[in-house]
């Protein structure tokens, strides 16, 4: 068994495929219509309406590069590992540095942060393990 073909490793794709849709769900209407997201988020207004713009437009490029991660973990290590980085990233910059009302943002990476990393952990246990000449 190759790592591109365990379970942990199809998996991990397949939930960072997942987030990435997510988080186009989230970012397109945001990038077309940033009020109305925000009205329905129960948010308060921002202004102007270029910066919530722009924080989709950064949400949507970013996800571009969780992209290789998920397609092969084995060729693309390091922006799998900076996927889940990212995540983490996301979960502490909105729970610990802004006020509660935006805390389901954080809460929203934490669905994606928890199982990427055990999934993440397990398939680069099967890597290591398949390096060193063991089965996996």
């Known amino acids: 068994m ?6 942990a490793a199809i998996w991990f794709g397949r939930v960072v495929w997942l ?13 077309f219509a940033p009020d109305r997201i925000i009205a ?3 948010l308060p207004p921002a202004t102007p309406l270029m910066w919530p713009r722009f924080a989709a437009w950064l949400l949507i490029l970013l996800s571009l590069f969780y992209m ?17 980085f990212s995540r983490l990233a996301g979960v502490v910059f909105f729970w610990l540095t802004q006020p509660p009302e935006y ?4 809460t929203f990476d934490f669905v994606f942060l ?3 990393t055990i999934l993440l952990t397990i398939a680069l246990r099967q890597i290591r393990a398949i390096e060193k000449g063991g089965l996996a």
């Open 2 to 7: 190759t790592i591109a073909r365990s379970k």
């Open 19 to 31: 987030g990435i849709l997510a988080n186009f769900a989230l970012a397109i209407p945001s990038l």
């Open 68 to 84: 290789p991660g998920a397609m092969d973990l084995d060729k693309y290590r390091v922006p799998a590992k900076l996927s889940v």
């Open 40 to 42: 329905m988020a129960n």
């Open 114 to 116: 928890v199982p990427e």
């Open 103 to 106: 805390r389901l943002f954080g």
